[in-house]
């Protein structure tokens, strides 16, 4: 953050200038207002599939169920109960009392249409993989659905209950853009409402107070509230400071710092299950080499020293998960025999030696810009044993592009594993064709292994193997959990979410 803008934060804290009359204004209309770094022109989690827009989308839109990330259970909300018919089919018995906000009723009709445009292989869409696999959508009467996939799916009943909402058909089955549902309608089954879409001016949803008290794991507790587009950081700071705004997500660490000292404003850390990785070109995808020599990987991590990098660098330090792998503990099939190896410089100077780099070398290193920090720390660190990074951050779209096309020789990002937390839906995020810098036919074969196993004991024990040998191997070197950070004025306050731990839904925001 710039001098100035630290100055600002600084005597606006002295004055007492952050907007406590504007946000006293928003209290007696019972409405906050969110700032988000997008400008959207849909509230559609399939088309758009960003954090910002799950925020919304998981109080507007209906599920066939929630998964209790507390007690590790599922939890009904349309579908009153279901049953596995074979290792392939899943019955549903979809609730009769359900209306969706525009007044129509929720059948099986609406579990069909959508289900069967997403799988539609002519759609494309991103992470078509989340769909694809359903073979059929059956509708046995007018409460009750079949979904049937292709081959066993072990985490079939995790990915409908955190990936699948559901639109009205009468309104879905007219639109000549299936897309544009959640611009012109945006119709849901759940707690809140949507009043109004604008791309510049954000989204406003309002409480549905007739559905509030029939799914109480989706909490409603403010009347309104408005998403407000503000791509900067620094704007979105003044924003807060100003009384504009009442929420900014993922400040920077040394705003959030302020913000904490401030009377005026707190700052709450959640456990999302962020992980913050750096991935390594073990397969030889891009133009630069070295990271095909397993001795180099091992150098970079020996080099980093994860704790002081933590501590420094992320928000939230002190409750962020340190994880041996990429997996978490709470990632449910989640498990590893191995750690990664301890900071060691010398011995990272060792195996460059051995590597036949005793004067290491220089490369480009590729940072998600919203993690500039922690890779400058990286970059500092591996320096000083003679790997020389030049650091650059492309838009997150560009870097992805590149990416699949396997000019990454180093990434270092975040992946939300909780956004559905099977280690599963994490293998897949990892070895997918695109995002595979491995190239390694073994954890290939065991990640086909875990896809098809029902048994969870039996699939922990794949992924354990699969983690062991992503660590021995040093693929990709699991830097810390991300918590999110969410700095707010002191007027509001984070409820607990009853089902999640992981998210903060817009729902759970509530006054103080």
Same mark, same amino acid.
């Given at each position: 953050?710039?001098?100035?803008?630290?100055?600002?934060?600084?005597?606006?804290?002295?004055?007492?200038?952050?907007?406590?009359?504007?946000?006293?204004?928003?209290?007696?209309?019972?409405?906050?207002?969110?700032?988000?770094?997008?400008?959207?022109?849909?509230?559609?989690?399939?088309?758009?599939?960003? +954090?910002?827009?799950?925020?919304?989308?998981?109080?507007?839109?209906?599920?066939?169920?929630?998964?209790?990330?507390?007690?590790?259970?599922?939890?009904?909300?349309?579908?009153?109960?279901?049953?596995?018919?074979?290792?392939?089919?899943?019955?549903?018995?979809?609730?009769?009392?359900?209306?969706?906000?525009?007044?129509?009723?929720?059948?099986?009709?609406?579990?069909?249409?959508?289900?069967?445009?997403?799988?539609?292989?002519?759609?494309?869409?991103?992470?078509?993989?989340?769909?694809?696999?359903?073979?059929?959508?059956?509708?046995?009467?007018?409460?009750?659905?079949?979904?049937?996939?292709?081959?066993?799916?072990?985490?079939?009943?995790?990915?409908?209950?955190?990936?699948?909402?559901?639109?009205?058909?009468?309104?879905?089955?007219?639109?000549?853009?299936?897309?544009?549902?959640?611009?012109?309608?945006?119709?849901?089954?759940?707690?809140?409402?949507?009043?109004?879409?604008?791309?510049?001016?954000?989204?406003?949803?309002?409480?549905?107070?007739?559905?509030?008290?029939?799914?109480?794991?989706?909490?409603?507790?403010?009347?309104?509230?408005?998403?407000?587009?503000?791509?900067?950081?620094?704007?979105?700071?003044?924003?807060?400071?100003?009384?504009?705004?009442?929420?900014?997500?993922?400040?920077?660490?040394?705003?959030?710092?302020?913000?904490?000292?401030?009377?005026?404003?707190?700052?709450?850390?959640?456990?999302?299950?962020?992980?913050?990785?750096?991935?390594?070109?073990?397969?030889?995808?891009?133009?630069?080499?070295?990271?095909?020599?397993?001795?180099?990987?091992?150098?970079?991590?020996?080099?980093?020293?994860?704790?002081?990098?933590?501590?420094?660098?992320?928000?939230?330090?002190?409750?962020?998960?340190?994880?041996?792998?990429?997996?978490?503990?709470?990632?449910?099939?989640?498990?590893?025999?191995?750690?990664?190896?301890?900071?060691?410089?010398?011995?990272?100077?060792?195996?460059?030696?051995?590597?036949?780099?005793?004067?290491?070398?220089?490369?480009?290193?590729?940072?998600?810009?919203?993690?500039?920090?922690?890779?400058?720390?990286?970059?500092?660190?591996?320096?000083?044993?003679?790997?020389?990074?030049?650091?650059?951050?492309?838009?997150?779209?560009?870097?992805?592009?590149?990416?699949?096309?396997?000019?990454?020789?180093?990434?270092?990002?975040?992946?939300?594993?909780?956004?559905?937390?099977?280690?599963?839906?994490?293998?897949?995020?990892?070895?997918?064709?695109?995002?595979?810098?491995?190239?390694?036919?073994?954890?290939?074969?065991?990640?086909?292994?875990?896809?098809?196993?029902?048994?969870?004991?039996?699939?922990?024990?794949?992924?354990?193997?699969?983690?062991?040998?992503?660590?021995?191997?040093?693929? +990709?070197?699991?830097?810390?959990?991300?918590?999110?950070?969410?700095?707010?004025?002191?007027?509001?306050?984070?409820?607990?979410?009853?089902?999640?731990?992981?998210?903060?839904?817009?729902?759970?925001?509530?006054?103080?």
């Amino acid at each position: 953050m710039s001098k100035q803008l630290m100055t600002a934060l600084v005597a606006a804290a002295a004055v007492g200038v952050f907007g406590a009359a504007p946000a006293t204004a928003q209290k007696s209309k019972d409405q906050i207002n969110i700032a988000t770094q997008q400008f959207f022109s849909a509230l559609d989690y399939y088309h758009d599939p960003s +954090i910002e827009t799950l925020l919304y989308a998981r109080n507007v839109y209906g599920w066939l169920m929630a998964y209790d990330e507390y007690k590790g259970k599922f939890v009904p909300e349309l579908a009153k109960s279901w049953k596995r018919i074979n290792s392939t089919t899943l019955e549903f018995e979809l609730r009769d009392d359900v209306t969706f906000s525009n007044g129509n009723k929720f059948t099986a009709d609406d579990v069909k249409a959508t289900l069967d445009y997403l799988k539609n292989p002519k759609v494309r869409i991103r992470f078509k993989s989340r769909y694809n696999w359903i073979k059929e959508v059956e509708k046995l009467g007018p409460y009750k659905v079949r979904i049937i996939g292709k081959k066993i799916n072990s985490s079939d009943l995790y990915t409908i209950a955190y990936r699948y909402h559901f639109f009205d058909h009468t309104v879905f089955n007219k639109l000549e853009n299936k897309s544009d549902y959640g611009r012109v309608s945006a119709a849901g089954t759940s707690v809140y409402k949507a009043l109004s879409i604008d791309r510049n001016k954000g989204f406003l949803v309002e409480r549905r107070d007739e559905t509030a008290k029939m799914f109480p794991h989706r909490l409603a507790n403010i009347k309104r509230i408005q998403s407000v587009p503000i791509i900067d950081r620094q704007a979105q700071t003044a924003a807060l400071m100003t009384g504009a705004v009442h929420a900014i997500r993922n400040p920077s660490t040394d705003q959030a710092q302020i913000f904490a000292a401030n009377p005026q404003t707190d700052v709450t850390y959640i456990q999302a299950k962020q992980l913050l990785y750096l991935t390594m070109d073990a397969a030889g995808r891009s133009k630069n080499k070295m990271f095909t020599d397993k001795r180099v990987r091992l150098a970079v991590a020996k080099a980093i020293p994860r704790e002081a990098i933590i501590k420094n660098f992320v928000p939230g330090a002190e409750i962020a998960e340190r994880p041996n792998g990429i997996c978490f503990k709470k990632n449910v099939s989640c498990g590893s025999s191995t750690k990664i190896p301890a900071y060691d410089p010398a011995g990272a100077k060792r195996l460059l030696a051995e590597a036949g780099y005793p004067n290491g070398f220089d490369f480009l290193m590729t940072v998600n810009g919203n993690y500039a920090e922690v890779g400058k720390a990286v970059a500092g660190e591996l320096r000083k044993v003679g790997i020389r990074a030049k650091i650059e951050f492309p838009p997150p779209s560009t870097a992805k592009k590149r990416r699949g096309r396997g000019e990454l020789t180093t990434y270092l990002a975040l992946y939300p594993t909780f956004t559905e937390p099977s280690t599963k839906n994490i293998m897949n995020f990892f070895l997918s064709r695109s995002r595979n810098y491995n190239g390694d036919a073994t954890l290939k074969k065991l990640w086909k292994q875990a896809s098809v196993e029902p048994d969870i004991y039996k699939r922990t024990q794949i992924h354990s193997k699969l983690i062991d040998r992503i660590n021995e191997e040093m693929y +990709i070197y699991p830097i810390s959990e991300m918590p999110t950070t969410w700095a707010h004025t002191s007027k509001v306050k984070i409820a607990r979410d009853p089902v999640s731990f992981a998210m903060v839904a817009v729902g759970d925001w509530t006054w103080k």
